[in-house]
Nanobody, 126 residues
């Protein structure tokens, strides 16, 4: 069965770093744009970062620019989100997503993504 598996979320302290992963299962996602979104307890799901299918073009939400870095390891069919200088406001369930149409550009619009992982909880304590 084709799906995305997010992992790596845990409880950290403000200022810490953490890397979450999203592994493609069932087929390769090396030709698909992918992204990270997050949803806090009282918030709507919001865009965090995205990468085009090459991994060479990336976009970030203003709230994470300079702190988060998205990357992909095509040999392992995995996308990462390196999060530095974490803040309590970063607390959320982090979801990875893919655009199943091949060779797409990255997008901030969640409606462009049609395959979603199950989410991984990141909690940042003050």
């Amino acid at each position: 069965q084709v799906h995305l598996r997010a992992s790596g979320g845990r409880l950290v302290q403000a200022g810490d770093s953490l890397r979450v992963s999203c592994r493609g299962v069932g087929r390769t996602f090396n030709e698909n744009a992918m992204a990270w979104f997050r949803q806090g307890l009282t918030k709507r799901r919001e865009f965090v970062s995205g990468t085009d299918w090459t991994g060479g073009a990336t976009i970030y939400a203003d709230s994470v620019k300079g702190r988060f870095t998205i990357s992909r390891d095509k040999a392992n069919n995995t996308m990462y989100l390196q999060m530095n200088n974490l803040k309590p406001g970063d607390t959320a369930v982090y979801y990875c997503a893919a655009i199943q149409r091949l060779y797409s550009s990255a997008s901030e619009d969640e409606h462009d993504y049609d395959l979603w992982g199950q989410g991984t909880q990141v909690t940042v304590s003050s």
